[in-house]
């Protein structure tokens, strides 16, 4: 089954405009979360501005995306900003929303020559109007794209999404008792993933994906996030496929 998968997924995707891909390996996950943590750590270490810590854990996602989509995942999810992340320094906060809006000008055209479809989830209600108008931007540019979907986690919580798909249903007159959550998700389409990692050497889920992961396999690793490499991922992918998942049952 898994083998049969991976060849149709690897046919789908080698058919579009393309460099190489690699064949996915048995095991594979196709759903993939990552809490990328460590920045300000790496920062601090080398005495370098906080800021400096985002900007080399940007480069590090920019490899991970590539090196994903190459290993066959279909649906990459990144936590970028956290519901609670306002809490930081309010100039940390400030270079982060300069350095977001710069990275969605600058990466997405490439993201969009990579075949890669780029989702938001997240409160957007809270964001700038400047911000507002990339997200919708990149989001409208890159719809039709089916290399892979990158759901970029922003001003993201996992109460926050469970509390917003409450009230949406509430607002569209559904019943308590027959509510169906995943129908108003921030992105109702994406699937659960199957595996999230988390760099840093932090063991929790901050938030993240409350809904999403009831069952995915945690990969908790040591290295901070502007260190992360390829081979990392690939051993993170590795150490999923010899899991056995059981979902409760035998
Ligand atoms: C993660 O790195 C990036 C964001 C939360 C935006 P951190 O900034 O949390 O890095 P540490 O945990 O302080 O090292
Ligand atoms: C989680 O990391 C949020 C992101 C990576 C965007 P944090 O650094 O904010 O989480 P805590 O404070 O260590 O739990
Ligand atoms: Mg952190």
Redesign the pocket.
């Known amino acids: 089954m898994a083998v049969l998968r991976n060849l149709l997924g690897y046919l789908r995707r080698s058919k579009n405009k393309s460099e190489d891909f690699l064949l996915s390996a048995e095991g594979t996950p196709r759903y993939v979360a990552i809490?990328?943590?460590g920045n300000g750590r790496w920062a601090s270490h080398r005495h370098l501005p906080v800021i400096a810590g985002h900007r080399e854990g940007a480069k590090t996602l920019k490899r991970t995306i590539k090196s994903s989509r190459r290993a066959g995942v279909l649906e990459l999810t990144v936590?970028?900003?956290?519901t609670?992340?306002w809490q930081r320094p309010a100039a940390e906060v400030n270079d982060l929303m300069k350095m977001f809006a710069e990275l969605i000008d600058r990466e997405v055209p490439e993201l969009h020559e990579q075949n890669v479809r780029v989702r938001f989830i997240g409160r957007r209600a809270e964001l700038s109007e400047a911000l507002l108008e990339k997200i919708e931007w990149a989001e409208q540019l890159t719809d039709k794209n089916e290399a892979m979907t990158l759901f970029v986690?922003f001003n993201y919580g996992g109460r926050a999404e469970i509390e917003d798909a409450m009230k949406a249903a509430a607002g569209n007159g559904v019943a308590g008792g027959e509510i169906d959550v995943q129908k108003y998700l921030y992105a109702p389409e994406m699937h659960d993933p199957e595996l999230l990692i988390r760099t840093s050497g932090?063991q929790?889920v901050?938030n993240?994906l409350l809904w999403q992961c009831a069952y995915c396999e945690l990969v908790f690793l040591d290295k901070l996030w502007p260190e992360f490499s390829e081979e990392d991922l690939l051993s993170a992918f590795a150490e999923y496929g010899r899991r056995q998942r059981r979902f409760g049952a035998r």
Do not use: K, L, Q, W
């Open positions: 809490i990328m943590d936590y970028a900003f956290s609670e992340n986690a932090e929790r901050s993240f």
